[in-house]
C-alpha cells in the first residue's frame, strides 16, 4: 500500500481505540440499518479471513465470529466505530458445503448490497495470498467494475508465505487490477495472526470514515 503519513497512521489507531459495537445481523436488504453513516465491508470467497481481520482491527477476539469452519458468517454484520462509521462483515462466497438454498440467499443479498448500499464507501476484497485472485473474485470484481463500487484487494494471510512468494503474488495482483476501472490502485497485505498490515488498513479505513470531531 503506499505510504501513510504520520498523522493518517495517528487518525487510524485513534479510530480503533474509541468504542467499537456490534450493531446488528442483517438477513435481509429491509433490516439493514439505515445509511446514516459512511460505511466499509469485507468480502471474500469463504474463509479467507475477513472476520479475523475486524477482529485485528479492532483488537477485540471474538468480536466478529471467525472460524475454522467455512461458512461461518451468515449473514451482514455490522460494528460502529466510534460513531463515526459502519464496518460490515459479509458472508463468504464460494462456500460449496451449505444447501442450495441458502447459498442462494446469500449471495443474492450479498449481490443486492454490494450494488446498491447507499453510504458504501469501499468494499475490502480479501485475497488469500497463498492463492491470489480466483474466479470467483473475479465476477464480483466484474460486479463492482459495474457499479462502479470503489474496491480494494487486501491479501491475507501473509504469515503463511514466504516473503519471495508473497512479492511474486503482490506484483501479480498488482498488474491484474492495473486496467480494472473500480479498483483502488493499492494493494494491502495484512496477517491477522501476526498483527502485520493493520496500521496502513486503519489509516486508509479512517480516511473514509466521518472526521472525529464533526457535530454529530
Ligand atoms: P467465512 O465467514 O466463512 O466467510 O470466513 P472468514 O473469511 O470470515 O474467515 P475467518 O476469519 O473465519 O478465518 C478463517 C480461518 O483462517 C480461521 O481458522 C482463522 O484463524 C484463519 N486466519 C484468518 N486470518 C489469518 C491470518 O492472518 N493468518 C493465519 N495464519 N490464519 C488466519
Ligand atoms: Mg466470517
Not at 493518517?8 to 480503533?16: P, S, V, W
Not at 465491508?41 to 477476539?61: E, Y
Not at 480466483?134 to 480494494?152: H, R
Request: hydrophobic share 40%; net charge positive; proline share 5%.
Amino acid at each position: 500500500m503506499e505510504e501513510k503519513t504520520s498523522e493518517q497512521l495517528e487518525d487510524g489507531r485513534l479510530l480503533f481505540a474509541r468504542d467499537v459495537d456490534f450493531m446488528r445481523s442483517a438477513v435481509s436488504l429491509e433490516t439493514l440499518p439505515p445509511p446514516d453513516l459512511p460505511e466499509v465491508c469485507f468480502a471474500g470467497r469463504s474463509n479467507v479471513g475477513k472476520s479475523s481481520l475486524i477482529n485485528a482491527l479492532t483488537n477485540r477476539k471474538g468480536l466478529a465470529r471467525a472460524s475454522n469452519t467455512p461458512g461461518r458468517t451468515r449473514e451482514l454484520n455490522y460494528f460502529n466505530v466510534d460513531g463515526r462509521l459502519f464496518l460490515v462483515d459479509l458472508p463468504g462466497f464460494g462456500y460449496a458445503r451449505a444447501s442450495k438454498v441458502d447459498i442462494e440467499r446469500w449471495q443474492v443479498l450479498t449481490r443486492a448490497y454490494l450494488q446498491g448500499r447507499p453510504g458504501l464507501r469501499r468494499v475490502f476484497l480479501l485475497i488469500d495470498s497463498r492463492h491470489g485472485i480466483k474466479p470467483l473474485d473475479v465476477e464480483v470484481m466484474d460486479m463492482l467494475d459495474e457499479t462502479a463500487v470503489i474496491y480494494q484487494l487486501v491479501l491475507t494471510k501473509i504469515d503463511k508465505i514466504k516473503k519471495g512468494e508473497l512479492s511474486k503474488v503482490a506484483e501479480k495482483t498488482q498488474k491484474f487490477i492495473a486496467k480494472r476501472p473500480a479498483a483502488f490502485p493499492f494493494i494491502a497485505q495484512t496477517s491477522s495472526e501476526k498483527k502485520d498490515g493493520l496500521d496502513m488498513l486503519r489509516a486508509e479505513i479512517a480516511s473514509l470514515a466521518l472526521p472525529a470531531n464533526a457535530d454529530r
